[in-house]
């Protein structure tokens, strides 16, 4: 039986939903319409608000991103006093709760310690680990919790990796402590009926590992109500909405947006499911990403809600899917991937006329949907059953914003438009319009008002999140956009924001806007009222990429700060490293600082990123959110997120993107992730290529790949070149997954080699990571999917400045579909020129071992070694092992080989890196009478750090024809990779 008690949404105990008097925000944007106002604001004015009068007052170093909404309560009993507190939840698993007025932290909770139900060694998740970075380094809580005034309650969803599982829990944290609450947590787990992507016997179960919490929580009639996308297009996966009692954390309803088929994350740019209570129990509207659709009238649980934006009540029998509007060319859309679930759903208050409830939804396809609560309008193939339909032109990643008859619109690449409401319809064009653009995603703007009174429009501008450049705070008039009040840039020395986070969301509650960054939370008001603050730490020698060790020394200009310092990527505190003297630094390092001083606010945290080694020739190690430096042609676009499209969702596409300056590739190492995804049967596949014609260059579409001619023996594509294909379709009988290496255009279709059997499915849609590395005679390649974690290596002779004519060409990426479509996408990439591929030998003769089981061992004489000596470990049986300690000059990826006389009474090794298995196991048997020199590949090891690392060779077994067990070994080669 559900409880009917409504959220309380302020302190007032207002119950309406656009009237809130926000002294809390105890949820996002403020209220259940997502509207985004404040209408209990009297300390910023349009008056006070501008560069002179306010400013940044201070920050909150963190611990991790801060992708939630901060919410905010005020006079609340806690840490022995009454504080007006903000709280905030980052990507690390932290919940902060710190004063909202003065730089002070009251409690700091981590959903991944054992008092908050984890076992001992959970973490955050990697981005490595998901296959995804779209948010990165890691996931932690990336939805914005919901706060119960009546209970004391905060609620968080937070996500760990516990022994290699990934888990969701709920958590029910109390306000004044961050301990759990009785029941709290609860892990979140549950299926339905269907036979969808992932089902098993009829039921398709929530999968961890597979959804993202990303919508914000929804406190409805005491239910607690989370709703999950994905990590990119990893799957299989669904969306969800699962409810849970908010007394008792009793799951009480669940429902899958395709239970028979996949896809539809629920995502909204972060955006929480919007709610009414027109009827009792109320009615929440969400919209979705792009999947399956099969939704028709009599609408049920069982269809398929694919770009819907959907109506479901939650009743005692749980959740009842009530109505839907689909557009007309939803198939359209989801083939080419335009999610109508870019963006949050926005509730308007009550309109004159036929259509009293409304709402209005925008999504990656520009089009402004204003749509009846009561009445949606379903699905029509011919055109949107709508109230009324405006096109922006560009697709919205954000929530628009009410207030007093204006809905402001920040789509990504255009200015803020402001649009009038009058008798239930928008102004058909906008009233005014921002001078200043947005690139993606775009802002979801909120107002402060008091009442009617001194409007302010507030956006956090966000798009140099992948530089990362530093969030940008804007505040206009909100009776005329056009007129801008502040912007955080305009004096940035003093109120420069931390990293920009994608989806930020500012917070205004009295007198003061709170937005959260990557590493530490900003706090905006009128400046009288600012404490001193100790200016950040600098450092010397300055940031960057040096070739030796640095002596870093770190200053602060006040002279009495104490600065305290951390290298391992954490937020420093009081309680990290003090600084006293310069720090070396050998490896690539990120130090953080503070500084500290009687009287004075804490600094925000400075951050030195140090490289030391070859840096990268290319760097899009964050994603192409700016494409400087290369050529896009064809169907190539950086439209999508961060992402490079070399091809995106049409028929017959031809793209390609190269650097525009040739580079050196006598050696090189390259990194790249790349995604191929959509719907249905996908065609064809991408190429690396490294060419001498032109950063123009571009190939044949369909099975040429963007690179050369579709079948053998047609006119040949980009001359001068050499290409490694990842190839998702069979056209000359290559398989449906296949690699192989074509030179001067050549059809990239046969010769090839098969992937089939390894694991690898480039059709999957996973995410996969390929490594290449050159040392001037063999290219390998090493693929691996980072969902599965299946892997494959592969190596291709090649004389590349022989066969281009060149030393230094054209380096990047082409892409082709013909009559089969896909999204074909670039996710990160590094090219490093001329690297150091110098191989680590070491004689294992002239080295003490470190351990051994007990066989005999000693210096080895034959005239087949190289250096005519060798070691030999007189093994008896399985088990026998000896190991050897190894001083690596400095951290990397190396491919491990061992030199061997192979003969007739050798065994089986297997060889261990620092207590892991490396690679398959290696057989010493040759039936030669005189042995043969063996060149043994263990496979390839990451070694995170320069230094001593320990190598143990353990006897697996013998050959059936072997007479021994005993090892034969000469040289270990550690070759860079």
Not at 420 to 444: E, F, H, I, K, Q
Not at 456 to 479: C, E, M, N, Q, S
Request: aromatic share 10%; with cysteine.
């Amino acid at each position: 039986m559900l409880r009917k008690q409504l959220l309380v949404l302020s302190a007032l105990w207002t119950c309406a939903l656009w009237a809130v008097a926000a002294t809390n925000v105890t949820t996002w944007r403020n209220d259940l319409g997502r509207t985004g106002q404040n209408l209990n604001e009297t300390q910023l004015t349009l008056a006070n608000v501008n560069s002179t009068t306010f400013g940044k007052l201070f920050s909150y170093p963190v611990d991790g991103q801060v992708y939630a909404q901060p919410l905010y309560m005020s006079g609340i009993a806690i840490a022995g006093g009454t504080h007006n507190v903000l709280f905030i939840a980052t990507q690390h698993d932290s919940v902060y709760a710190l004063d909202a007025d003065h730089n002070q932290q009251l409690w700091h909770a981590s959903m991944i310690d054992t008092a908050h139900g984890a076992p001992s060694g959970a973490t955050s998740v990697s981005s490595a680990d998901m296959g995804s970075y779209d948010i990165n380094p890691e996931y932690g809580i990336t939805s914005t919790p919901v706060i119960d005034p009546t209970t004391s309650t905060i609620y968080v969803v937070a996500n760990s990796e516990e022994s290699g599982a990934i888990v969701w829990r709920l958590h029910a944290l109390d306000l004044g402590t961050g301990r759990e609450k009785t029941n709290s947590p609860v892990v979140i787990r549950g299926s339905v009926a269907g036979t969808g992507n992932g089902s098993v016997n009829g039921r398709v179960a929530f999968q961890a590992k597979y959804e993202l919490s990303r919508t914000a929580l929804l406190l409805l009639n005491g239910q607690v109500i989370l709703g999950f996308g994905s990590h990119s297009d990893n799957g299989p996966y669904h969306g969800w909405l699962i409810a849970y009692d908010a007394a008792t954390l009793l799951q009480t309803g669940i429902y899958n947006t395709s239970p028979n088929g996949g896809q539809n994350g629920i995502w909204m740019s972060g955006a929480a499911p919007a709610a009414d209570t027109v009827i009792t129990g109320g009615r929440i509207f969400f919209s979705n990403g792009n999947g399956t659709f099969d939704a028709q009238e009599p609408y049920s649980n069982s269809q398929g809600f694919g770009n819907a934006v959907e109506r479901v009540d939650l009743t005692s029998n749980g959740f009842q899917v009530m109505d839907e509007w689909t557009p007309f060319d939803t198939h359209t859309l989801n083939s080419t991937d335009i999610d109508q679930g870019s963006g949050g759903v926005l509730l308007l208050p009550d309109q004159p006329g036929s259509h009293v409830h409304e709402l209005i939804q925008v999504g990656k396809n520009g089009r402004i949907e204003l749509l009846d609560r009561d009445n949606m309008g379903g699905y029509n193939s011919n055109s949107n059953n709508v109230v009324q339909e405006i096109s922006l032109g560009y697709g919205l990643w954000a929530t628009p914003a009410y207030w007093n008859g204006n809905v402001y619109f920040w789509a990504s690449g255009l200015q803020m438009r402001q649009y009038r409401l009058s008798n239930g319809l928008l102004s058909t064009t906008p009233v005014a319009n921002s001078a200043m653009y947005s690139g993606y995603p775009g802002p979801s703007p909120i107002v402060s008002a008091n009442g009617t009174n001194n409007a302010i429009v507030w956006a956090i501008r966000a798009d140099a999140f992948g530089t990362p450049g530093p969030a940008v705070l804007l505040a206009y008039d909100a009776t005329n956009i056009g007129k801008l009040l502040y912007a955080s840039s305009q004096n940035s020395a003093r109120d420069a924001a931390g990293p920009a986070v994608k989806f930020g969301v500012p917070m205004v509650a009295n007198g003061k806007v709170y937005l959260g960054t990557q590493d530490e939370v900003d706090v905006y008001g009128l400046l009288s009222s600012a404490p001193p603050t100790v200016p950040p730490p600098t450092f010397t020698p300055a940031p960057g990429s040096y070739s030796s060790t640095q002596d870093v020394a770190i200053s602060d200009s006040l002279g009495s700060a104490t600065i305290y310092y951390t290298t391992d990527g954490t937020v420093p505190t009081t309680s990290s490293n003090r600084y006293t003297g310069t720090i070396p630094i050998s490896s690539s390092t990120t130090l953080e600082a503070i500084g500290v001083a009687s009287g004075y606010t804490t600094s925000s945290v400075s951050i030195a990123k140090y490289s030391v080694g070859p840096p990268p020739t290319i760097n899009f190690s964050n994603g192409f959110a700016s494409v400087a430096g290369l050529t896009l042609n064809g169907s190539a676009v950086n439209a999508d997120d961060t992402r490079l499209q070399l091809t995106t969702g049409g028929q017959s596409q031809a793209g390609s993107a190269f650097w525009n300056t040739p580079v050196g590739v006598q050696t090189f190492s390259t990194d790249f992730l790349f995604q191929l995804s959509g719907s249905g049967l996908l065609a064809d596949g991408i190429t690396f290529t490294i060419q001498n014609d032109a950063p123009t260059a571009l190939g044949p579409a369909g099975g040429g790949l963007g690179y050369g001619a579709g079948i053998p023996g047609r006119p040949l594509g980009i001359p001068s070149s050499v290409a490694v294909k990842f190839d998702m379709w069979q056209n000359v009988d290559e398989g449906n997954d296949s690699t192989g290496l074509y030179i001067n255009g050549a059809s990239p279709t046969t010769p090839f080699v098969p992937l089939t059997g390894t694991g690898i499915v480039l059709a999957s849609g996973d995410t996969f990571s390929a490594h290449m590395s050159y040392d001037g005679k063999t290219l390998s390649l090493t693929i691996t999917d980072l969902v599965t974690g299946a892997s494959v290596v592969r190596s291709f002779p090649v004389d590349l400045p022989s066969t281009i004519g060149s030393t230094a060409a054209y380096v990047g990426f082409t892409g082709g579909t013909g009559g089969l479509t896909a999204s074909q996408k670039i996710l990160t990439w590094t090219f490093t020129a001329n690297a150091d591929v110098t191989p680590v030998v070491y004689q294992l003769s002239t080295l003490k071992p470190a351990a051994t089981s007990g066989a005999v061992y000693g210096p080895y004489s034959w005239s087949g070694f190289p250096d005519s000596t060798g070691m030999f470990y007189n093994a008896t049986k399985a088990g026998d092992y000896i190991s050897f300690t190894i001083n690596v000059p400095k951290a990397g990826t190396y491919d491990v080989h061992a030199s061997s006389k192979n003969f007739s009474s050798r065994g089986i090794w297997q060889l261990r890196v620092d207590g892991v298995n490396l690679g398959a196991q290696q057989d010493e048997y040759s039936s030669n009478p005189g042995g043969i020199l063996g060149d043994l590949d263990a496979g390839p090891v990451v070694l995170k750090t320069a230094g001593n690392h320990t190598f143990t060779f353990t006897v697996a077994g013998k050959n059936a024809s072997s007479t021994g067990y005993a090892l034969s070994l000469d040289d270990l080669t550690l070759k860079p990779e």
